[in-house]
């Protein structure tokens, strides 16, 4: 309510142009009363404000968004609570929507990026011996065709993406049964003083995909490129 008071003062007051263009129905002034009426969840009882940080991309795919390949573009808002990416916020909420399906048993699927590959993240994707590697823009895209079924593992040894990037991502993934973590396996902190970089890389995997098993794939040269 109080949210919905201050933009409504902003917009009355003329001070942000860019605010005046938004069409006035775009702007959810009203607390979502499903949301307000479910009791706080345990696990959150004790929380403060200053255990939780969000995390916000307005636009992750930017190269793809700008040739036009807008399937490749998400807007991505992770809370991040006591540094940790929030999966109960997300399976809570079940605020998602696409199809879910099965990753195909008989052909082994990664996907990676189409517009920061180098020599590392191609010599990390040849260790995983893939039948299949689908290139596409965006981490929260590359995540959603993880949770569609569509491949099995989303590989970056790359130090490229943000906590933006993968706050999100990670916490719905995670409270969809998959996982998400460095190349050496480790979950990323996203509390409010970890550096903006995923210095380590990306190594994530659909529900039902033996995540340890494919990080133990990947050679000690490659990790020991990616130190803490
Ligand atoms: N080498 C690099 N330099 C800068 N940003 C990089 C990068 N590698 C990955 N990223 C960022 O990580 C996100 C996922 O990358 P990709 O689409 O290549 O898989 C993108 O976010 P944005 O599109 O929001 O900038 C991209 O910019
Ligand atoms: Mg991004």
Redesign the pocket.
Known sequence: TRAGKIIKDVMSSGELGVVQKVPSDWIVTESDLEVLSSNCPPEYVETKPEDIVVWV?P??????YTQGLLDHVTVLIGIAVNGRADTMGSHRFRSWRFSASRTPADKFIVTT????SDGIVVKALEALKPDEIVRV???GH?VLLLLEGRAHAYV?A?K???KW?TCAPEAILEALGGKLTDIHGNNYGYGKDVQYPDAQGIFATAKGVDHALLVSKIPQELLDAFPY
């Open positions: 991309d636009l992750d795919g930017t190269s793809e990026t189409r517009s920061h823009g965006g981490a590359k970056f790359s490229g993406c943000k990037d």
